[in-house]
């Protein structure tokens, strides 16, 4: 299995529920070489709709990447840059580059229906994030 695929266990469509709420779906682009997550979430009152773009970077001419990254963009005109891990039962996603002091981590139910953590901000911010699958579907799927 290649990193890629290990992302395969988000595919689908998920509640979102904790500091922000709504619902994200991902799906894989024809080709499996990357994975398209769409964002409907509120947060402190502020509706927001996105669309990220998670695979390995691959520039002309140039190798793909080491780690697999993504970059969002949204209803409110930001675009952010993660770098997305998956070991074992622990999904991290690290705001901006690896390593960041910024960074998401929970953990996957061992029937892979939940994953539960919090978002890690510097000087002790963040907030606990739970999502609950609704569905598997999503997309062509990766071989």
Do not use: C
């Not at 904790?18 to 799906?27: H, P, Q």
């Not at 964002?39 to 001419?61: A, N, R, T, Y």
């Not at 963040?126 to 799927?141: L, N």
Request: charged share 20%; proline share 2%; no cysteine.
């Amino acid at each position: 299995m290649t990193d890629l695929q290990t992302l395969n266990r988000l595919v689908g469509t998920w509640h979102i529920s904790g500091g922000a709420e709504g619902t994200v779906t991902y799906e894989w682009m024809e080709g499996g070489h990357f994975l398209i997550q769409r964002v409907h979430l509120s947060q402190d009152g502020q509706e927001v709709k996105g669309i990220e773009m998670i695979g390995h970077l691959k520039p002309f001419g140039e190798s793909a990447s080491a780690d697999i990254q993504s970059r969002y963009y949204d209803t409110l005109g930001n675009t952010f840059d993660y770098v997305y891990e998956i070991e074992g039962d622990m999904l991290v996603i690290w705001a901006g580059g690896k390593g960041s002091p910024s960074y998401f981590k929970g953990e996957f139910s061992s029937d892979g229906t939940t994953n539960t953590g919090a978002w890690h901000y510097p000087g002790g911010g963040g907030y606990e994030s739970t999502m609950t699958r609704v569905s598997t579907e999503g997309g062509w799927g990766i071989g």
